[in-house]
């Protein structure tokens, strides 16, 4: 074993540190050793190249992009549905780990009684207010961002019904209190669950470290979901979910995928089976189906009212 220490870069908040010691904790069990290195937020890098022309995307993984391009880390861990869809010039998807649960949950006060009524609930994501608005119309939809922990505080001090979460950061950092549902009816965001680690594609020695922490179902799968946002999006942010699950018994992939007006209004929608032989193009034909059958339209009008 060379004796390289493996830097992890992370950003200081609570799910972030989490992801990044599950990392460094498989890294050790195969015998590397790692240090883990919290990088603070972008405000305090003043770029004096355009490493980016990913607009707002990128907004949570910039920072350690540019810590990993200046050598202060080697390898970024990140919630992989945050991640954009184009990685910079020099940076690589290296592992991709074993998903945890896909769901969207409601997490409420106690009483659900406003489902059957008015209500309001929160979220700071496109995707969820356009599939609420989607099933229930009359609701309202008021704005939540934050990380995890300051979401649940501000729904705490706050008079809404309830607010959506991805179930897995909430398990993984012992949140998800008793108050819940799970939306099954919601489609997640494409690669929700999932944890990517990203390195420097020059870098073998810790390349080679991180591909015995990938898993191949995990990494098809959201690999699928990835390539239908990224043809249906073209790099502006839109309400679209996307799920592709393995059935091994069949040796299948199942896909379902999703693009709805920002109200909610109009949804179209695909499901496909296909045999995992076909998963290399699944999501890009899913997607231009969508385009064909009115995605086209329907993504020019997002992009005006994003534009306001």
């Not at 945050?82 to 997490?107: C, E, F, M, S, Y």
């Not at 390349?207 to 699928?224: F, G, K, P, R, V």
């Not at 502006?236 to 999703?258: H, M, Q, R, S």
Request: charged share 25%; hydrophobic share 40%; with cysteine.
């Amino acid at each position: 074993m060379v004796n390289k220490t493996i830097r992890i870069g992370t950003r200081d908040s609570e799910l972030a540190l989490w992801q990044a010691h599950t990392v460094q904790k498989q890294l050790n069990d195969l015998g590397y050793k790692t240090e883990i290195i919290a990088v603070k937020s972008q405000g305090d890098i003043i770029l004096d190249k355009p490493l980016y022309e990913l607009g707002i995307t990128g907004i949570f993984t910039k920072t350690l992009d540019i810590a990993m391009i200046n050598g202060q880390v080697d390898i970024a861990v990140h919630s992989m549905k945050d991640v954009p869809t184009a990685l910079p010039i020099g940076i690589v998807q290296a592992a991709v780990l074993k998903r945890a649960n896909v769901l969207d949950i409601l997490v409420h006060k106690g009483n659900l009684d406003f489902l059957e009524n008015e209500g309001t609930i929160a979220t700071g994501s496109l995707r969820r207010q356009a599939q609420w608005w989607n099933k229930y119309p009359k609701h309202t939809v008021v704005d939540l961002r934050g990380n995890v922990n300051t979401r649940m505080q501000k729904l705490n001090d706050n008079d809404w019904n309830g607010a959506v979460f991805a179930a897995a950061g909430l398990e993984r950092i012992n949140l998800k209190p008793e108050s819940f549902i799970d939306l099954d009816w919601m489609i997640p965001a494409p690669a929700q669950g999932a944890m990517v680690v990203v390195a420097m594609a020059n870098d073998n020695f810790t390349i080679d470290a991180l591909s015995q922490l990938n898993h191949i179902e995990t990494e098809i799968c959201t690999y699928i979901e990835r390539q239908f946002l990224k043809t249906l999006e073209g790099g502006c942010t839109a309400p679209i979910g996307a799920l592709a699950k393995y059935d091994e018994p069949n040796d299948t992939i199942e896909f379902e995928g999703v693009l709805l007006s920002i109200d909610g209004k109009q949804k179209l929608e695909i499901s496909k089976k296909v045999d995992i032989s076909e998963w290399k193009k699944l999501g890009f034909s899913c997607a231009k189906e969508i385009l064909e059958n009115g995605g086209n339209e329907l993504m020019i009008e997002i992009k005006k009212q994003l534009k306001k």
